[in-house]
């Protein structure tokens, strides 16, 4: 029996980073910093999970399977200015890392009216418009 082993490629995600705005606490009076850290989205490489095939005296075909890595949102881990001794209240908002893909108009106006509505209710839209006039 002969195997062929074939080196697995590995894909990779892109890294993003995630943006935050921050609110500024206010304690009797005298406002505390709050000075955020940013958690990056990791560049994780996707495992191939290769199945080596065996064939007598031939060699293996690899059946590849590429393993997904899911996009997450990155987590804020905050440093929070303590005054007088008292640590400050703040509230903060976390930005997720999202795909945005543009939505296209592929039909004209009166095409997309056709697709809402079908012949049908055209006719008895025109019925109900004749019997009002």
């Known amino acids: 029996m002969k195997i062929a ?4 490629r590995t894909t990779r995600v892109q890294d993003k980073t995630a943006h935050v705005s921050s609110r500024i606490a206010q304690l009797h009076g005298k406002p505390a910093p709050v000075i955020p850290k940013i958690a990056r989205v990791q560049v994780k490489p996707a ?4 199945k080596i095939a065996r064939v007598k005296e031939k060699p293996a075909l ?3 399977k590429i393993a997904r890595v899911r ?3 990155a987590p804020v881990i905050q440093k929070i200015a303590r005054i007088q001794g008292k640590p ?3 509230s903060q908002k976390t930005a997720q890392v999202k795909k945005k893909s543009a939505q296209i108009n592929q039909y004209p ?5 056709n697709r809402i509505y079908s012949k049908q209710d055209m006719v008895s839209i025109s019925h109900v418009l004749f019997l009002l006039f």
Request: proline residues 14%; charged residues 15%.
């Open 88 to 90: 400050a209240q703040a």
């Open 71 to 73: 996009e997450k949102p």
């Open 47 to 50: 495992p191939v999970i290769s």
């Open 62 to 64: 690899v059946i590849q």
């Open 109 to 113: 106006l009166n095409t997309r009216i």
């Open 5 to 8: 082993l074939v080196n697995p």
